[in-house]
């Protein structure tokens, strides 16, 4: 008969552990990284106001929807998309079996370091040089080779593996939200495999939360042997006016909670703003050019104009990383970036 | 001290309580319509298998991936697909505001229900149909539409509504999945939004866990109203090879459980099938013509052949609905569907 009546001091017990529970919760400071001020003040209001049962601003677990940007927004995108410089190093490792690159543009401006001639060739370019890197073959076979390049390639800057490069403060927000109940997700222009390849390990954001630009793809049975081929041709550009096309059509949930850093988020941050009941919207202001990089309304990447004329009319939160980031990455910044 | 000694009473107690709980759990019989035969067999050894901790079959929490077809796998699909009699209401209904329609095939032979016409008019004409049905509006007005014909219309059969029109052992497949750490997906030729209208409330599914056909949409920024307008094209149809390339794309980790009812579901169990450790792959074999239907190789609708064929090769399970389903639908059968 214990189990339906246990002795008094095992109510005690039992009791006293209950209580101790949110008291051991609280004492763990879940945004170690995140110095007093603003953002940490926005974000932690936020969540605690739609945690708090019975009040008006309470949203359901299954309803807290946050996604995040990738690139300046979780890691860093400077000197230029850490993808890019992956399309790059996979030009040279693949030179070998493209004899033709020697002569061919824009292949050939990347094999002989040629800046000129790379942004002479601009986006045309470089979607022939993301096309000969991340197609043609399986998703599986392109998932391997991203990894063998995360695995090894360092940060020209930095010398740090890219997997490095990420924010410590957006790791422990990412942690913090999850631990309110979030479901978490990056919806970046970033190719989705290849964000794939790192996100869970780095992020713990499984490939399912993993929203990105895609590629038309091609289920292959070859007697029996089956593969998912990469085709050279965009399914889904998925920056701009794509975040909320993909999200409405992945996700099927408006998000409560969203942080960018960049004009290609802008829509992305509209489209959570302009849902009922209370939102979160956020950007990263690149403002610290010792420990990162300072850049916004002329940067040629993650270019932020519009975005923060509308962040700073709506009173959206943007994070000053010079001031309100303790650290910047997970490793001390000995390094200056610039 | 309590906290750090508990008295042994106490001890004692908590030992209790933690051997009460898998005696529990073992207490409530998950799947009580589906008879004591080989399927059910197949389920239970195959979860079994895949969650006890330190086999060789063990699958962790994140990588149990479920995915099942919509149509005739988790609701019925005769006379016709239900999404199909939801277009034909919908031009039904927006008749008035379509006076052109009264001359103007299909939709001539829908409103004056011209089945010969209908069937002349083809897959062409019901991708008339269904465009004029399902885009030109917002993602938006578009569920209210599918969820305000859900809570009227009736099975034409049955007299009851669509959503009761779900199998009550897949309902309780879903719920034991679930409650053993799987994540259930529907992959279907449905449209995606359509299915959202009723999966998290009748399957327990939520939105992101909806994979379907989609058309493409567009972003609109009206003077600051925002929505996501449905265009007349279709982005993606996930029906056959469509349904791996969407979960590849969509997912980006391969299910270790499939289930299907027909030939379109057959790559999604073929993909499902050629992964690496265990593996479940389950066909729903519609053989009850007297509490549903009775249909397979030879049906224009849910066509069964190869898929039985492959399954029967390679020892799938093929669920046979007359003898292994104690009941079909939430409701007591006492229609004749025939």
Known sequence: MKLLSPSPSAWRWIFSLLLAVPLLAAAAEPLPNWKDGPSKKAIESFVSAVTTEGTKDYVPPAERIAVFDNDGTLWSEQPMYFQV??????????APQHPEWKEQQPFKAVLEGDHEALAAA???????IVGATHTGISTEAFTANAEAWLAKAVHPKSQKPFTEMVYQPMLELL?????????TYIVSGGEVAFMRAFAEEVYGIPPEQVIGTTFVSQFQNQDGKLSILRMPKLAHNDDGPGKPESIDAIIG?????AFGNSDGDLQMLQWTAAGSGKRFMGLVHHTDAKREWAYDRDSKIGK????LDEANAKGWTVVDMATEWAQVFPFASATNMQ
């Open 85 to 94: 410089l992956f399309s790059y190093a996979e030009v040279h490792r693949l």
């Open 253 to 257: 949930r408006r998000p409560i909670f």
């Open 175 to 183: 942690a913090y939200l999850r631990a309110n109940g979030f479901k």
């Open 304 to 307: 932020l104009d519009k975005a």
């Open 122 to 128: 601009g986006m045309d370019g470089l979607m022939k």
